[in-house]
């Protein structure tokens, strides 16, 4: 029987001032994932280690995405799915999105590509609304297209990428839940005007910085002036990690996703080693569990190993 | 005595989802201004034609720039300024930002480019606090830089230029009366935030539609939920020219600064020509007296023509 292993890639959504538009593809870490083709419609889900992750199909961000794209196959084909999750579920580095990214990716090698990069998202964004609710792109774009990804509309569906210097990301998960929906729920529905332009601006500065590999623009552009004084409340240590990772070179960073992970940016990997070093000083001293990355921007998205 | 002539071009502020960051720089219509250098500590304004501009220095857009100049100059000197408006006050074309940008580019050329265009940015939004009540760099910026630029922030100073591919602009000037008080009034002191997330997914998406050359990007990022819905009400037939524009080719566009003009931007000009026409049919139709202007992108800003 045909069957693939693939590594599906962490995410960093939200962007600091890209909420809900701007993700961005990590080289590490991976979730691991074998894929079968089945002679039969169904979708087996196989958990490798122990996350408690649902194995009813429908309930479960690799299943529910599988399940959406087989309702556009009339072929008696069914699909298995056992997964090694490294991305530890709750993290804000796009835990859901690796499984249900990496599924579909996996599903459609198998059929011979049959469906182009956005049908994938759409189908992936099923597994999305089931772990927080809603169909949102910003991990799964970037986790399938790789690289550094503007949605700019989910209906419809417009997905950018924009080309990025090299750039390393140090990554800490402090190990407390925030939970996406509370993450969700603090945010203020209208924001001021002049927050609203200033953010915009920042955007656009963002995007410049990307593409222009201005790296001082970049770090100027990384400013969010409307979630991160109201999320960041709900992460332990943040004002103090962003500050002293900027005073140790880092070009900026924010939350990852609703967090409670916090990434920052540097322009080489002695410098995110430092940022790392610091996170470090800052969560001992706190006493908080916490688990740190130090990586580099995925430009392949979900990567398909052997079959 | 040393003396300049020089070509002050009109710009676009606000470019649509840019509202207060993205303006562009037109190749017309220019002011076409003189300016003298004088040993004498005095500012004089001459008005060659008649606009009813006034001529006391601090409560001329261009004299008041020019002051805030000499404050920062030791020299026994001053400027006689002689300005030929073709940019009509209060189209929104950026009339006021031709003449205190053209003024301190003139003086600066005459003082042997003693300041650098950031200190230029600074001394002309003099002129645009006198004209409008507000500092602000929107049309000022790009007339003195050329081209499309960012302000990313005004205090401290971030301009970004901001590269793009050909494009044509149509400009269609309604001769109705918006004064940018009210038009600045008439604005929601706060936005909802999915209002505020849509604007920055399309400023991204336009800035990177600009970088990358990519005329259909631009064309779908050409949208403002936030600003074009309120302030399109005070000027007649914007709707419709909108709708029709669009169907005639053009990528897109909307209000210019705070209107009444309208602009458009095509790929070529043959588009941008059947554009014009579409302005001028609706005018005509509405009776109401407009100008039109079928124009590119001014690359290098304010010009120097001879001394």
Same mark, same amino acid.
């Given at each position: *029987?045909?069957?693939?292993?693939?590594?599906?890639?962490a995410?960093v959504?939200?962007?600091?001032?890209?909420?809900?538009?701007?993700? *961005?593809?990590l080289?590490?870490?991976?979730?691991? *994932?074998?894929?079968?083709?089945?002679?039969?419609?169904?979708?087996?889900?196989?958990?490798?280690?122990?996350?408690?992750?649902?194995?009813?199909?429908?309930?479960?961000?690799?299943?529910? &995405?599988?399940?959406?794209?087989?309702?556009?196959?009339?072929?008696?084909?069914?699909?298995?799915?056992?997964i090694? +999750?490294?991305?530890?579920?709750?993290?804000g580095?796009g835990?859901?999105?690796? &499984?249900?990214?990496?599924?579909v @990716?996996?599903?459609?090698?198998?059929?011979?590509?049959?469906f182009g990069?956005?049908?994938?998202?759409?189908?992936?964004m099923?597994?999305?609304?089931?772990?927080?609710?809603?169909?949102?792109?910003?991990n799964?774009a970037?986790?399938?297209?790789?690289?550094?990804?503007?949605?700019? &509309?989910?209906?419809?569906?417009?997905? @950018?990428?924009?080309?990025?210097?090299?750039?390393y @990301?140090?990554?800490?998960?402090?190990?407390?839940?925030?939970r996406?929906?509370?993450?969700?729920?603090?945010?203020? +529905?209208?924001v001021?005007?002049?927050?609203?332009?200033?953010?915009?601006?920042?955007i656009?500065?963002?995007?410049?910085g990307?593409?222009?590999?201005?790296?001082?623009?970049?770090?100027?552009?990384?400013?969010?002036?409307?979630?991160e004084?109201?999320?960041? *409340?709900?992460i332990?240590?943040?004002?103090?990690?962003?500050?002293k990772c +900027?005073?140790?070179?880092?070009?900026?960073?924010g939350?990852?996703?609703?967090?409670?992970?916090?990434?920052m940016?540097?322009?080489?990997e002695?410098?995110?080693r430092s940022?790392?070093a610091?996170?470090?000083?800052?969560y001992n001293?706190?006493?908080?569990?916490?688990?740190?990355?130090v990586?580099?921007?995925?430009?392949?998205?979900? +990567?398909?190993?052997?079959?």
């Amino acid at each position: *029987m045909k069957e693939v292993k693939i590594y599906s890639p962490a995410t960093v959504a939200n962007i600091v001032c890209g909420f809900d538009v701007l993700g *961005m593809c990590l080289a590490e870490p991976c979730d691991v *994932m074998h894929v079968k083709l089945l002679a039969e419609k169904k979708v087996v889900i196989n958990n490798i280690n122990n996350h408690q992750l649902p194995t009813d199909a429908s309930q479960n961000t690799a299943g529910a &995405s599988i399940l959406a794209m087989l309702d556009d196959i009339n072929d008696e084909i069914g699909f298995e799915i056992s997964i090694e +999750k490294n991305i530890k579920p709750g993290s804000g580095i796009g835990s859901s999105a690796a &499984s249900a990214a990496g599924a579909v @990716v996996a599903a459609n090698h198998l059929l011979g590509n049959k469906f182009g990069n956005e049908d994938l998202v759409r189908y992936a964004m099923f597994g999305e609304k089931v772990a927080s609710g809603v169909k949102h792109a910003d991990n799964i774009a970037p986790c399938i297209y790789g690289g550094i990804t503007l949605i700019r &509309s989910i209906f419809p569906l417009d997905i @950018v990428s924009i080309p990025a210097p090299q750039l390393y @990301v140090t990554v800490v998960h402090p190990q407390i839940e925030v939970r996406t929906s509370d993450a969700r729920q603090i945010l203020r +529905k209208e924001v001021l005007l002049k927050d609203a332009i200033r953010q915009w601006g920042n955007i656009a500065g963002l995007v410049a910085g990307f593409i222009k590999n201005d790296y001082e623009l970049i770090s100027r552009s990384l400013e969010d002036v409307i979630i991160e004084p109201v999320r960041s *409340m709900l992460i332990p240590g943040f004002d103090e990690v962003k500050l002293k990772c +900027k005073e140790a070179g880092a070009l900026g960073g924010g939350i990852s996703g609703s967090g409670p992970s916090i990434f920052m940016l540097s322009k080489n990997e002695a410098t995110a080693r430092s940022v790392e070093a610091v996170m470090i000083n800052i969560y001992n001293k706190i006493e908080l569990t916490y688990h740190t990355y130090v990586t580099t921007i995925n430009d392949h998205g979900v +990567k398909i190993i052997n079959e």
